[in-house]
């Protein structure tokens, strides 16, 4: 089935005054991905996004995420939104750009919403996991959305040092880059955790923002902490000495998926 519209030639032209937003819930696969944000002669999600849209509603409309995810980086539960002159409903929006998507990518919710919303700025807090595969041998189809580590992992202290985390601290020490834009190291963590079942050890956070590769360094320090090269002290010391990559080098991409993006008030009370 091929998806049509009836857009007219002023739908497709329509001016921003007179365009609707729409919000979307996405799904992807990164391993094939240079990240979200455009990057010129490579495959990216948004520019993957905005060739959908196009074919879809004949519109060239820019797309903007709540997060913008690295290269290799999931996302379960990524937002963004866009604008559009189209009248197409949600639930069209919804089927016809998985129908024009990569298999690697899907829509999996569509809502419209107020054209002052900013999916960024109203954004309260983000949900992330990374996952560690505790395993002597290889795991053909684990591997590739986690990251294996072949020694015992004590899950105790790397717990204790997780609640570290929790609260308003400055966390250079745990970006890899502090980018230019960044005015400040300070992030809120609203919670932070691991959890074991059976091989599989899995990493979550939620904080009201994330430095670049906050997530997978944080990852990294409690592997080591897990594995007895760091202690609990020494994690601690890390945190509080605010120097931007002293937590050491990055777990790979493959690991971390954006779970969630959580707003004042839940999209899914707008479907």
């Known amino acids: 089935m091929i998806f049509t519209t009836a857009t007219t030639e002023a739908e497709k032209m329509g001016s921003l005054s007179t365009a609707n937003k729409i919000a979307l819930v996405m799904e992807y696969d990164g391993t094939h991905y240079y990240g979200f944000q455009l990057q010129r002669n490579q495959p990216t999600i948004q ?7 196009w074919r879809l509603t ?14 290799g980086v999931h996302a379960k539960g990524q937002v963004i939104s866009f604008r559009t002159g189209s009248r197409l409903s ?9 129908y024009y998507l990569p298999k690697d990518i899907a829509v999996k919710a569509a809502c419209g919403v107020a054209d002052s919303f900013n ?21 053909p189809i684990r591997e590739g959305f986690s990251y294996r580590v072949p020694g015992y992992l004590d899950i105790e202290t ?3 040092a997780c609640q570290t985390l929790v ?17 400040s190291t300070v992030r809120r963590v609203y919670r ?9 050890i899995v990493f979550s956070i939620v904080a009201n923002a994330f430095l670049r590769h906050q997530v997978r360094s944080t990852a990294g320090a409690l592997v080591r902490v897990g594995l007895g090269k760091m202690s609990f002290d020494e994690f601690q010391a890390v945190m509080e000495a605010r120097k931007p990559g002293l937590a050491g080098p ?5 690991g971390l998926c954006l779970m969630r993006v959580n707003y004042p008030h839940p999209f899914e009370e707008q479907l």
């Open 192 to 200: 932070a955790g691991v959890e074991k079942s059976g091989d599989l």
């Open 58 to 71: 004949g519109e060239k409309r820019r797309v903007v995420a709540s997060s913008r995810t690295d290269a």
């Open 158 to 160: 790397m717990n204790r």
């Open 167 to 183: 609260g308003e601290h400055d966390f250079a020490s745990f970006a890899s880059n502090i980018r230019g834009e960044e005015k």
């Open 47 to 53: 520019g993957e996004i905005e060739k959908a849209l």
């Open 119 to 139: 999916i960024r700025r109203e954004a309260v807090s983000r949900e992330y996991s990374y996952n560690i595969l505790s395993s002597s041998t290889r795991s």
């Open 250 to 254: 990055t777990l790979p991409a493959r």
């Open 90 to 98: 949600p639930q069209t929006f919804v089927n016809g750009l998985n």
